[in-house]
C-alpha cells in the first residue's frame, strides 16, 4: 500500500482526489498495488465532508509521515509550494506538481534534488494541462534530436483570439466574456501579457535541449495590442493570429520566445480554437508531431497530476531520462539577433513601405483608411525591423511564423 | 555497456540503424549507459558496407549471445518474427517491434511470456509510425477511463483520399501516384481494404480496454467503393471522408469497427491530410485528446523503435501498466447491432427516401443527375440500415460520426 498526500483543495486539488476515487481501482491495477490519499494539505476548515478525515493544515504531519510516498503539489505559486516540495523530495518522497511557475523557476534544482535522492519530480500536469506531452517529448521522442518546439500553450489567450477570429469580437469584450466564463483571473496579465505561455515554453525547451531557460531570460509579448484590423488582414493571406511560446534549435544555441503569430491555415496550430491547447515538436527522425487537447481546467489537470502520481508510485528510483541541468544563459540567443517575417499595420503609403522594408507582400481589407497600408516583409532581423519601423508611424506588428 | 540486436535491415531497420548511430551519444545519457548494435539479421549477403562486422543470418547467433539485452524486430509479418520474438522473450531479452500485425494477433500471448520472464516487450512503432500513441495512451492518460478511441491510422488511404477530396482526382488515379511515390504497394489491398487500419485500431483497443482485440471479430470496410460524387456531397455539407478504425467503449462492452466515415470540418480529424496520421483519444478526465503526425515513413518509424530501445535498455523488470489479457471476443459488441446516421446516394426520388428513412437531411451537387437522390438518414442501427437499402437502389453509402 502507497501513500499519497495531496498539497492544496482548490480547482486542481480538488479534481485531483475526485479523478483519483472514481477509477481508484484500475489505477491501483496500473500502479500494481494498493493506493490511497491519506491527506489532503489545506488551510481552509474542512471544504468537502467526503474527505474531513483527511484534512490537515500542518505540513510536517505529512513531511514527517514515512507512510507517504507520494506528494501531489497543486498549490501553484511558489511562495509556499518551493518549500514543501524542497522538503518532501529531500525525505525521500516522490513529488508530482502542477506548477508550472515553480518548474520554470527551479526545475533544475528540484530535479537534482530529486535525483540526489533517487526519487521523482514529475510535473506532466505544469504543460499543456492533460495533454500528455511532457512524458511523450521525453520518453517516446527520445531517439530524436529536437529541433522544434511551438505551442499554443495558454487557453485563456486562445479562446479571445478564437472570439476575435470567428466572431469579430474586440479584445476587451473577448476578455470580459472570458472573465464571466471563469477562463480568465480577474487580474489578466498572466495570461494576456504572455507571461503563462513564457513558463510552459521555457519547461519544454529545458527539457528538449538539456540546460535550464529561465523565464526572465526570454522576450515575451502577449496579445493586447491584437486589434481587428490585424485579424481581417491576416484573413485576407489565408492566416490567423496565435499567442505562440516558440523554442528552436540554431547550432548549439536556441532561440525561445513568447509572441503573437501569423499562422497559415494550412498549418496544424491554426485549426487550434477555443480554450484548447497544441503542441507541435518537431524531431531529426520523426519530423512534426503535433499533440492537441484541453489545455487547463479541473478534470484534465487532475488527469496528468494522477497518471503522475499512479507512475511515480509504482517507480523505483530516479527516472533516468527526465533532468536538466541548471546552465549560464549564454546559449539563448538574444532575441534581437533572430530573424523573422513580418506583418506590418502602418500610416503610410505603399511606396514608403516599398523604399523602407524592400519587396513586401501588400495585403487588404474591407473599410481600410485610405492612409492605411499593411504588408508583410521580407525575413529581416529585429533589430533592423525595429529600426525601419521608427521611420513609419507603425500601428501594429506581428511575426510571421511557418508551423 | 547493453547491446542491442536489429532483426530486418529493409526500410525500417536501415532506418533503425541510422537513427540509433546518428544520436548515439545523446541516447547514451538518456539510457545512462553505453549501447552498441552488436547483431544485424538479414539474409541477403551484407547489403551494407559500414555494418559489415554485425550482419548475421541465423538468429540463433543473436538468440544464445548473453551479452544481448534488447532485440528489435522490424522484419514484418508473422512468419518468422513470431518465433523469433517468442524464443528472444522467452531468453530473457526485451523485445521492441514495429509490427502490427505480429501485435494484434499475438499482443496478448508475447505481453503475457515477457511478465514471465520479468522483460519487456514494447511496441510504440507499431501504430501511428513515430507518433507517441501507445505510451501516453498507457501512461500519462492512465487516470482516465478511456471511452473512445478514433483515428486516421493508414497514411496510404488518407494520401489517395486527400488527392479525390483537395484535387477532385478519382480513387484509381490517387492509388497510381500513391505506388508510384512508394506509399503504397503493388498489391494495395492491405491497406485500401482496411486491413491495415484494423490491426492498429485493435492494438489500442486491446490497451485502452485490457482485452485482446482480434483482427478477424472487426469489421472492416475499405475506400475502393468511394467515388468523386460522394466526396462532393459530403463537401456540401462541410464535410470529409476519412477512413477511421473506432473503438468505443459501451458500458462492459466495446464496439470496434473500420471503415470509411464522414467527418465534419469542424473536428480535428478532418483536416489530417495527406500521409499523416492523428488518433483522437477520449478520456473521462482529459476530455478529448488527439495525436498528429507522420503515420509510416522510414525515419518516423525508426524514432519510435529507438525510443523503445533506449526505454529497453534502461528499464529494470516488466514495465507493470502495459498489459492486456487474452479474452473471448464475446465483450466486442455485434456491428449490426450498432447505431449510427448514415450519408446514401441512391437512385431514387426525395419521396421514396423520407418514406423509407424517415426524416432525411437532402444533399446537393453541381451536375447530379435526375434520378440521384443524396442524403443523410437519421441514428438508425446497422441491421435495419442494410434492409431499408435493399427497397432502394443504393449507389454509395457511408456512416457519419462524430468526432
Not at 64 to 88: L, T
Not at 138 to 145: G, H, K, P, V, Y
Not at 210 to 225: A, C, F, L, S
Request: proline share 3%; aromatic share 8%.
Amino acid at each position: 500500500m502507497k501513500k499519497i498526500a495531496v498539497l492544496g483543495f482548490g480547482v486542481v486539488g480538488s479534481g485531483t482526489v475526485e479523478v483519483f476515487y472514481k477509477n481508484k481501482e484500475a489505477l491501483e491495477k496500473k500502479a500494481g498495488e494498493e493506493l490511497d490519499i491519506k491527506y489532503i494539505l489545506e488551510i481552509r476548515d474542512c471544504p468537502d465532508e467526503r474527505y474531513k478525515d483527511k484534512f490537515v493544515k500542518d505540513f510536517n504531519v505529512i513531511l514527517n509521515d514515512p507512510e507517504v510516498a507520494v506528494v501531489a503539489e497543486v498549490i501553484g505559486g511558489v511562495k509556499f509550494s518551493y518549500g514543501y516540495v524542497k522538503s518532501a523530495l529531500e525525505a525521500g518522497k516522490s513529488v508530482v506538481t502542477s506548477n508550472k511557475e515553480l518548474v520554470a523557476k527551479n526545475g533544475a534544482e528540484l530535479l537534482r534534488i530529486a535525483r540526489e535522492h533517487n526519487v521523482n519530480f514529475f510535473f506532466e500536469a505544469s504543460v499543456g494541462g492533460g495533454i500528455p506531452i511532457i512524458r511523450p517529448l521525453n520518453q517516446c521522442l527520445s531517439a530524436n534530436e529536437i529541433d522544434e518546439i511551438a505551442g499554443i500553450l495558454n487557453g485563456t489567450t486562445n479562446f479571445i483570439l478564437t472570439k476575435m477570429i470567428k466572431e469579430g469580437m474586440g479584445f476587451d469584450e473577448a476578455l470580459k466574456i472570458a472573465q464571466e466564463l471563469g477562463y480568465a483571473e480577474r487580474d489578466p496579465s498572466a495570461d494576456v501579457e504572455g507571461h503563462d505561455t513564457c513558463r510552459k515554453i521555457c519547461i519544454l525547451a529545458s527539457l528538449a535541449f538539456g540546460r535550464h531557460v529561465y523565464p526572465d531570460n526570454i522576450h515575451t509579448e502577449g496579445i493586447t495590442k491584437i486589434t481587428l484590423e490585424d485579424v481581417r488582414y491576416c484573413e485576407s493571406m489565408n492566416s490567423v493570429i496565435k499567442l505562440i511560446g516558440f523554442a528552436s534549435k540554431r547550432g548549439d544555441d536556441v532561440a525561445v520566445m513568447t509572441c503573437p503569430a501569423v499562422i497559415s491555415e494550412e498549418s496544424q496550430l491554426s485549426g487550434v480554437n477555443d480554450v484548447f491547447n497544441a503542441i507541435l515538436v518537431r524531431g531529426d527522425a520523426v519530423g512534426d508531431v503535433v499533440f492537441y487537447g484541453k489545455g487547463a481546467g479541473k478534470l484534465p489537470t487532475a488527469s496528468a497530476v494522477v497518471s503522475d502520481i499512479i507512475i511515480a508510485a509504482k517507480s523505483h528510483g530516479t527516472s533516468k531520462t527526465m533532468r536538466w541541468e541548471d546552465s549560464e544563459q549564454d546559449f539563448i540567443i538574444p532575441y534581437r539577433k533572430l530573424e523573422n517575417r513580418f506583418y506590418v499595420r502602418a500610416n503610410t503609403d505603399r511606396r514608403t513601405a516599398e523604399e523602407i522594408f524592400g519587396e513586401v507582400r501588400f495585403l487588404s481589407r474591407d473599410g481600410a483608411p485610405d492612409n492605411e497600408t499593411a504588408f508583410v516583409t521580407p525575413v529581416i532581423n529585429e533589430a533592423e525591423f525595429e529600426e525601419k519601423c521608427g521611420k513609419i508611424n507603425v500601428l501594429g506588428s506581428i511575426r510571421v511564423l511557418d508551423y
